[in-house]
């Protein structure tokens, strides 16, 4: 399965320096494609502990561990969205999307289909050759989606991937993101800060809070949303 274990995890930033304990004893089982949103209040740690889950940030005490062993470093089991786009300005939408592809190693003709496949499914066909520059900010997070969705990582991690965009945009993008997810069933991390995004999207939701960052109440959404 491709779920998440998260046992006893804290994080310290600038310990050289008297230090500030941004993570306290973090446990935490995610399922194999589970929905599962990180939410609480700005400095709670969210996107502390999704960046160690990413294994962009080394664990410095405690261990996470995915299907593919202890999470030392970032991985292709794993793949991220910002809140900031991301995208390289200087090439077109396919590029970008094409630009993951190759990374991966994935080879040129299936690089091509898989490209098309989820441009298409992000709903911008005809917007391959489009700029970042010349989108709107939902149409620039689509794209930073399908570049991220096109390399099949079995977790999805997303870092607050709304945040920049209106309030009308931001509600379609959680519903394609939802309609997505119920297609792929990925395993999907998702922080926010905001109630009604987590629990709009989420299967299970774990509510944090700062100083020190901690896990208050993890609770399952029994909504029917699908
Ligand atoms: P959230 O995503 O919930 O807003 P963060 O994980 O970004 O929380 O931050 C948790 C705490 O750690 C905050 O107090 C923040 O200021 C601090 N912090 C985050 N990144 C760094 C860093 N690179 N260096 C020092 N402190 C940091
Ligand atoms: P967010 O609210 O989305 O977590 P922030 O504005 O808190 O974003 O942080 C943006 C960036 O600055 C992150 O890369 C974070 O690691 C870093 N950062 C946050 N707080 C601190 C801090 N006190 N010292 C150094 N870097 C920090």
Redesign the pocket.
Known sequence: ARGISIRDVSHT??ARTGG?L?LDGIDLDIGDGEFHCLL?P???????LLYLIGGFIPVQAGTISTSSGTVVAPGPDRSIVFQNFALFPWKTVKDNVLYGLKKAGVAGAERERRAQRYIDMVHLTGFEDAYPSQLSGGMQQRAAIARTLAVDPGILLMDEPFGALDAQTRRVMQEELRAIWRDSRKTVVF?THDVQEAVFLADRISIMSARP?RIQHVINVDLPKD
């Not at 700005?42 to 502390?48: A, E, I, M, Q």
């Open positions: 930033y600038g500030m941004a609480g700005s400095g709670c740690g969210k996107s502390t922080v960052g």
